[in-house]
Each structure stands twice: as C-alpha cells, then as structure tokens.
C-alpha cells in the first residue's frame, strides 16, 4: 500500500478527476487531504492562479477536501487546520472531527510563532483527539524582491518549532517545507537559501531533534523533502535507516520525485513499506474513529 501523507484538492489544476488519475498512475491507494487556511495578505498572490480558494477559508479550503471526501471517502482522508489566531478555531475543528470525520490537523501555514500560546492549545487539544500536526516552515531572507513582500516566512524558523514539540509532548508533529528540511545539515544555508546544496554536514537541527523528541515526525513532501535527500544520497540512507519509524512518503504536488528518490537509496523492503505507509497507518489507522 501506498498513502500520500500531504495533498491538496483542486492544487495546480488538478480536480478530483485528474488527481484520482494521477494516484492510479503512481499507485497511490489513499491520501491525506489537507486544506491551508490562511489570510490572503500572508501569502503570495502569485498563488491566485493555482489555487482553488481566495478570501477567508482559502487558499484552500476545508470545503474543497470535504467535497472530495464525499465523493471518494476511500480514497481520501481528511486532514483541516482552522487558524488557531481565531478565537472559533477550537470549535471549528472539533465540530468538524465529528461532523465529517477529520483525522489531522494540516497544515498550519500561518506568518506566526509555532509557539505562541494560541498555538500550544491548539496543538494540545488536537493531542487529546488524536490528530497528527503538519507544520510548514519557511524563513525570512533576501530573494530580490521588494513587493509585496521579500520573502513569505512561516512559523518563526526551526526554535519556534522545537518549543512547540517540547511544549507539547502528547502531540505527533510532520515538520515539513524549506524552512525545517534546510535543517537536516549543519551547515548556514537555512535562511540564505530555499533548496540548499551541498553534502549534508554534521550537526543537523532535524537529527538532533528527531533523536530529542519521540513526538517528532516528518513527510518528505514537495520540493524541499526531495532537495533534502537527494543533496547527499548517503547521508539519506542512513537517515531513512534510523528515522525509519518516523518518515512518512508524502507529494505535495502531483510528480513522483519522491518515489524517485526513495527508489536511489537501496533500502530495505521493510523499511519502504514503513515509509509508504506504515507510519501513516499508525498514526491514522484505517476504519478506526477519532476520539469523540
């Protein structure tokens, strides 16, 4: 079996006929579908033309997976992230948990600190319910541009993360995007550079915080998970060989680098099949309800 741990609905194009397509192209049995609440004035306008949502509940909202899920509910497993800033979030993702069966929390992609106090009872509250939490990261630097912002950051970099993770032990985090993957090398490329190059360096923030914190999971999703791996495919190796319970294949996109990838490391038959589903699989079983 193969699980897609990080999707969204309508993404670049891609409506519920050509994504059902795609999946049965790269033998994907299930995904997880993910909205991304967010303000319009904390992301790119550039998403606007590969994008399903604009206003208050996109760019992609909950609506959009839900819609999915009733046509397809064995294909799709539902995963929402009301912005945990309004004072309604708590209750909009409970209502949902019951009302259509939400099993993660994904993904938070908000211009705010991962640990602001909003955010730790958010992330605890979905501890107490079960639902794994996808983070994207990004940081701030300088990519050349002045308007309408120089860069996009989300999350507040890798220390707002970890006091996160800390803060939240009950919880099961996905770190995900440029702004923790940046992190699998020691190196200073994490805020100078979306996709570092490079052999991978001792002293990667992801390692030391994945040996720290049992809690910690990640996906490999989009172009940041692939970049990671492919920068140092020894090091990926050894990386996938010790992290092996905690790493779950995920897109983002519609491509198949990251069966690519995973096909160049020489891995164990029991080891792909954690990655591909596995891990997914414990911590979001099939047929198994959340907590009510």
């Given at each position: 079996m193969i699980i897609d741990a990080h999707n969204h609905p309508d993404w670049y194009g891609y409506n519920v006929e050509r994504f059902l397509e795609n999946m049965a192209k790269y033998n994907i049995d299930k995904t997880w579908l993910i909205s991304w609440e967010c303000p319009e004035d904390e992301y790119d306008p550039h998403y606007k033309r590969v994008v399903p949502d604009i206003g208050e509940h996109g760019p992609i909202s909950f609506a959009r997976c839900a819609a999915y899920a009733r046509q397809y509910p064995d294909k799709f497993i539902l995963?929402?992230?009301p912005d945990p800033r309004r004072p309604d979030a708590i209750d909009k993702l409970d209502y949902a948990i019951s009302m259509f069966g939400v099993r993660i929390y994904g993904e938070i992609k908000l211009r705010m600190m991962y640990d602001n106090p909003d955010a730790i009872r958010m992330f605890r509250f979905c501890g107490q319910k079960g639902l794994p939490v996808i983070v994207h990261i990004d940081y701030e630097f300088d990519t050349g541009r002045k308007y309408p912002r120089p860069n996009w950051w989300y999350g507040g970099?890798?220390?707002?993360?970890?006091?996160?993770?800390?803060?939240?032990?009950?919880?099961?985090?996905?770190?995900?995007?440029?702004?923790?993957?940046?992190?699998?090398?020691?190196?200073?490329?994490?805020?100078?550079?979306?996709?570092?190059?490079g052999p991978v360096l001792p002293g990667g923030k992801v390692t030391e915080m994945l040996r720290n914190y049992p809690n910690l999971y990640c996906d490999i999703s989009a172009g940041?998970?692939?970049?990671?791996?492919?920068?140092?495919?020894?090091?990926?190796?050894?990386?996938?060989?010790?992290?092996q319970d905690r790493i779950l294949y995920a897109r983002d996109y519609f491509d198949n680098v990251h069966q690519e990838v995973l096909g160049e490391l020489d891995l164990p038959q029991d080891v792909l099949n954690k990655i591909y589903s596995g891990n997914a699989l414990k911590l979001v079983p099939l047929d198994v309800p959340v907590h009510a």
């Amino acid at each position: 079996m193969i699980i897609d741990a990080h999707n969204h609905p309508d993404w670049y194009g891609y409506n519920v006929e050509r994504f059902l397509e795609n999946m049965a192209k790269y033998n994907i049995d299930k995904t997880w579908l993910i909205s991304w609440e967010c303000p319009e004035d904390e992301y790119d306008p550039h998403y606007k033309r590969v994008v399903p949502d604009i206003g208050e509940h996109g760019p992609i909202s909950f609506a959009r997976c839900a819609a999915y899920a009733r046509q397809y509910p064995d294909k799709f497993i539902l995963g929402y992230a009301p912005d945990p800033r309004r004072p309604d979030a708590i209750d909009k993702l409970d209502y949902a948990i019951s009302m259509f069966g939400v099993r993660i929390y994904g993904e938070i992609k908000l211009r705010m600190m991962y640990d602001n106090p909003d955010a730790i009872r958010m992330f605890r509250f979905c501890g107490q319910k079960g639902l794994p939490v996808i983070v994207h990261i990004d940081y701030e630097f300088d990519t050349g541009r002045k308007y309408p912002r120089p860069n996009w950051w989300y999350g507040g970099g890798i220390g707002s993360f970890e006091r996160a993770v800390a803060a939240c032990p009950e919880t099961i985090f996905l770190g995900h995007a440029p702004g923790f993957w940046a992190h699998i090398s020691g190196d200073d490329q994490f805020d100078k550079l979306s996709y570092p190059k490079g052999p991978v360096l001792p002293g990667g923030k992801v390692t030391e915080m994945l040996r720290n914190y049992p809690n910690l999971y990640c996906d490999i999703s989009a172009g940041s998970g692939a970049n990671a791996f492919r920068r140092d495919l020894g090091f990926a190796r050894e990386f996938m060989l010790e992290f092996q319970d905690r790493i779950l294949y995920a897109r983002d996109y519609f491509d198949n680098v990251h069966q690519e990838v995973l096909g160049e490391l020489d891995l164990p038959q029991d080891v792909l099949n954690k990655i591909y589903s596995g891990n997914a699989l414990k911590l979001v079983p099939l047929d198994v309800p959340v907590h009510a």
